[in-house]
T-cell receptor, first 114, second 112 residues
Framework: KAGVTQTPRYLIKTRGQQVTLSCSPI?????VSWYQQTPGQGLQFLFE???????NKGNFPGRFSGRQFSNSRSEMNVSTLELGDSALYLC?????????????FGQGTRLTVV | GESVGLHLPTLSVQEGDNSIINCAYS??????FIWYKQESGKGPQFIID?????DKRQGQRVTVLLNKTVKHLSLQIAATQPGDSAVYFC???????????FGAGTRLFVKA
């Protein structure tokens, strides 16, 4: 069974540009969450999707957005990139909407903004 | 912002010893707690979880303890091995919130 797949693995962008990251959850998983991980920090929650609906959003500016498709694949977009957006972006998928559900993480997309 | 804190940012233990990683959480509405392990270049990996109606749960070589009175969570690793070297995160799910809040992480070094 394939795990969570994130593409691309590495990305270099220039300030002011926009970027789209992709996440394919484990087959059958309908909940997808996104996190930003920066050096020295814990993982910061970005948003969570289930059945194409965003159910919660973290404390990030509106430049960060996401969506989920009918096949549960998800994308996140960051517009007008800033240097501080350089981070590892992680996606996690879960099987159900139940509270006690193990989340499986992908390897992440390393975004560098120059 | 919201966060789950950790008492020790780094922990160094001798191979074969037991490790204890501590975590403090702040949200009384949290119902579910998880420990994750993250190795270099990889995403976090689930280790063990515990519901708020429990105070202890054991897995293979790992035990999680939950003290809701003082909002404290700990991960105990028995007979620590070099392969246990990683960053460990505690995390909490807030009831009905559909999101997980992670702590800053503790790096565990295992000395051979």
């Amino acid at each position: 069974k394939a795990g969570v797949t994130q593409t691309p693995r590495y990305l270099i962008k220039t300030r002011g540009q926009q970027v789209t990251l992709s996440c394919s959850p484990i087959s059958g998983h309908r909940s997808v969450s996104w996190y930003q991980q920066t050096p020295g920090q814990g993982l910061q929650f970005l948003f969570e999707y289930f059945s194409e609906t965003q159910r919660n959003k973290g404390n990030f500016p509106g430049r960060f957005s996401g969506r989920q498709f009918s096949n549960s694949r998800s994308e996140m977009n960051v517009s007008t990139l800033e240097l501080g957006d350089s981070a590892l972006y992680l996606c996690a998928s879960s099987l159900t909407t139940r509270l006690e559900t193990e989340a499986f993480f992908g390897q992440g997309t390393r975004l560098t903004v120059v | 912002g919201e966060s789950v804190g950790l008492h020790l940012p780094t922990l160094s233990v001798q191979e074969g010893d037991n490790s204890i990683i501590n975590c403090a959480y702040s949200n009384s509405a949290s119902d579910y707690f998880i420990w994750y392990k993250q190795e270099s270049g990889k995403g976090p990996q689930f280790i063990i979880d515990i519901r708020s109606n429990m105070d202890k749960r054991q897995g293979q070589r790992v035990t999680v303890l939950l003290n809701k009175t003082v909002k404290h969570l700990s991960l105990q690793i028995a007979a620590t091995q070099p392969g246990d070297s990683a960053v460990y995160f505690c995390a909490e799910n807030i009831r009905g919130g559909f999101k997980t809040i992670f702590g800053a992480g503790t790096r565990l070094f295992v000395k051979a």
